[in-house]
């Protein structure tokens, strides 16, 4: 069980998070375990060159799901691909707090926020 200190960057979704409204978030990598802790801050200035600023307090992890993201769609393995344009990804966009709540605007945050090659990169779904 490990405490994690996570940013939040997408503006629409922060004071979702703050509320309690969003309680999920999708991230990079295969780090987060179920049982492991999560708190959110915002960069005060310039990210990584200016002080954070904690806006919640832990949140227990209760979900954690391994995903591929691709440009193309995100599944469990990239040969299982949902497409960004699924009714799938229309309620996970919603779940994540994205405005419009659509897989295509999901797709492009994901796609701005990391360097997601054609073949796709590991990623995570995680709620608390």
């Known amino acids: 069980m490990k405490k994690r200190n996570l940013p939040l960057t997408y ?3 922060i004071q979702p998070v703050i509320d309690g409204h969003c309680r999920q978030t999708i ?5 987060f375990h179920v049982g492991d802790w ?9 990210p990584y060159r200016s002080k954070r600023k904690t806006i919640t307090v832990y949140f227990e992890l ?3 799901q391994d995903i591929i993201i691709s440009p193309f769609g995100f599944g469990f393995e990239i040969s299982d ?3 960004w344009n699924h009714p799938i990804a229309r309620l996970i966009s919603k779940l ?3 405005v419009p709540p659509t897989g ?3 797709r492009d945050i ?12 590991e990623g995570q779904i995680i709620r608390w």
């Open 27 to 31: 991230r990079k990598g295969r780090k």
């Open 62 to 64: 209760d979900t954690v």
């Open 96 to 98: 994540d707090g994205i």
């Open 38 to 46: 999560v708190r959110f801050y915002l960069w005060e200035g310039k």
């Open 104 to 106: 295509e605007a999901l």
């Open 81 to 83: 691909a949902i497409s």
């Open 11 to 13: 503006l629409p979704k």
């Open 110 to 121: 994901l796609m701005s926020k990391n360097k997601i090659p054609p073949f796709g990169i």
